[in-house]
């Protein structure tokens, strides 16, 4: 990795993990934000302990924007106490455990589709209410197959993620300074973004390494290859696979 040339293209506020890690090992970090998260005004029920049994988290910006509103609306984190919170993710998990909460089920591969598959046996299938916390645009297959075993499922979107402006002559300015050497996907939209930045064809001797399997099926939709994907869809684990190369 010493040497190396890595393009990101996270929004820019979640780049700070990503970027210390590469630099730690030695890497050449160039930025390429291809995204930026809004929060979008949303009005959370007030009751939310007493309406649902269980928060599903897929994502760090939900976590992020959804607690930023609970407080502006005047709650603590206490208050959602006798909740379930579910999470995709190692990184979502590990947000939820800084406010103090405790996760109480994660899947064993960061995808909805995967949580819905070994969504618990003893979780209230009696029908207790689901609340999925996502962004704008998330597909319905936490809502759809959890209401198939029983559970009353609603999503609230509390973000949504747009693209930056300018994408292809911010692409232009870097191509033209630097020679990545990979470029790093840790979103489906941020790879769909950058393809459209790039004019669909991928430069030259650039490789791909992707954080998680959505991000990589949306690669490979785009005609694109994958040469790493993470074991783990965690942003140490996707550098330390790297470093390993």
């Known amino acids: 990795m010493n040497g190396s040339c890595y393009l990101i293209t996270r929004a820019r506020a979640q780049n700070g993990e990503l970027r210390r890690l590469l ?10 934000p291809m995204l930026q998260i809004r929060p979008l005004p949303v009005t959370l029920p007030a009751a939310l302990a007493a ?11 939900g976590v992020e924007c959804f607690f930023r509103q609970w407080a502006a609306d005047g709650h603590a984190v ?17 947000r939820l455990r800084a406010l103090g909460l405790t996760v109480t089920f994660t899947p064993t591969r960061h995808t909805a589709a995967r949580l819905c598959a070994e969504w618990p046996a003893a979780a209230d299938r009696d029908g207790g209410a689901v609340l999925h916390v996502c962004g704008r645009g998330a597909d319905d ?21 747009v693209p930056v402006d300018d994408a292809a002559a911010r692409w232009r300015e870097v191509s033209a300074s630097a020679k990545p050497d990979w470029v790093i ?3 489906a939209s941020s790879a769909r973004e950058f393809r459209r930045a790039v004019g669909g064809e991928l430069p030259a001797g650039l490789k791909i390494a992707s954080l998680g399997p959505v991000t990589s099926a949306a690669i490979r939709a ?7 994907e993470a074991s783990v869809s ?3 684990t996707l550098v330390e696979e790297l470093t390993a190369l």
């Open 51 to 61: 309406d649902y049994r269980w928060l599903v988290f897929t994502s760090v910006n």
């Open 23 to 32: 630099a730690a090992r030695g890497a050449h970090v160039v930025e390429l």
């Open 78 to 94: 206490r208050d959602l106490a006798g909740l379930h919170l579910a999470a995709v993710g190692g990184a979502t998990g590990a």
């Open 141 to 161: 297959t936490v809502v759809s197959r959890l209401a198939r075993l029983g559970h009353r499922a609603r999503r609230l979107a509390v973000y949504a993620t």
């Open 222 to 228: 785009a005609g694109w290859p994958v040469n790493l």
């Open 185 to 187: 996907f840790c979103s």
């Open 234 to 236: 965690r942003v140490a």
